[in-house]
């Protein structure tokens, strides 16, 4: 069974920094990408950033490139979402992802998510 378990979430300053995980398992992780959503109160859901766990290849969501960086460890079955610079519009309950293959922005099996506040 596909399990992802995101955790980090909380509240922050303005120009904070948080770094959310996500743990996966029950599947083959090295053949599946991994992506990060986000999806605030009376707005659309976004992808923000997605990680090819074959070959490392990243994606980003023109809102947070240059701010956000995701990364993977495969020994731990995890990828991060380490985020920077921190705005109040980055509001919004964050969601990691999985699908076999490469990055793309959809996805097959979810997390529950966790919840990220900035305050201004």
């Known amino acids: 069974e596909v399990q992802l378990a995101e955790s980090g979430g909380g509240l922050v300053q303005a120009g904070g920094s948080l770094r959310l995980s996500c743990a996966a398992s029950?599947?083959?992780?090295?053949?599946?990408?991994i992506g990060w959503f986000r999806h605030a109160p009376g707005k659309e859901r976004e992808g923000i950033s997605c990680i090819s766990s074959s070959d490392g290849r990243t994606l980003y969501a023109d809102s947070v490139k240059g701010r956000f960086t995701i990364s993977s460890d495969i020994a731990k079955h995890t990828v991060y979402l380490q985020m920077n610079s921190l705005k109040p519009e980055d509001t919004a309950h964050y969601y990691c992802a999985t699908k076999y293959g490469m990055c793309s922005w959809d996805y097959d099996y979810w997390g529950q998510g966790t919840q990220v506040t900035v305050s201004s």
């Open positions: 029950g599947f083959p992780f090295v053949d599946y990408a």
